[in-house]
């Protein structure tokens, strides 16, 4: 089970990736087991020497009841301090961003890459379209 950030790819540049685990409730990894994520609009934010991973949705797990989670509360990524302090100096650099590149199971462990991106630009976006669809054109 992965999930993908497919604009992540298209609106940044991603000059590294660090894989992160997140802290979930119950409810929440058997949605993200489920499939039912969304990584849109999403990105990560680093405060008092804690990284959150902020406006991620995950749906409500329908057999919850009482016990569910609200879908876009900040959850915190679990990392070392020497990759927050990485994670923070890329973010002070001009341009760059965090954002979340993929969430996926590991060992039933749920882990997100987290890719320190800079963001193109309007002509790069189109550069990236001709690139996509000249592949799909030369594909057959």
Do not use: Q, W
Not at 18 to 34: F, M, P
Not at 36 to 64: C, H, P, Q, W
């Amino acid at each position: 089970m992965e999930i993908v950030n497919k604009k992540a790819k298209f609106d940044y540049y991603i000059e590294s990736e660090i894989e992160a685990g997140i802290v979930l409730l119950g409810t929440e990894i058997k949605s993200i087991r489920k499939g039912s994520v969304d990584l849109k609009d999403t990105y990560i934010r680093i405060k008092n020497n804690e990284a959150f991973i902020i406006n991620m949705y995950i749906a409500k797990y329908d057999e919850g009841n009482i016990f569910n989670h609200d879908e876009r509360r900040e959850r915190k990524l679990l990392l070392h301090k020497k990759e927050i302090k990485k994670l923070e100096e890329a973010f002070k650099k001009d341009g760059y961003s965090l954002i979340p590149i993929r969430v996926y199971l590991k060992k039933n462990l749920a882990k997100v890459s987290v890719g320190i991106c800079k963001g193109k630009k309007i002509y790069d976006k189109r550069e990236s379209i001709k690139e996509r669809d000249f592949k799909r054109i030369n594909k057959y």
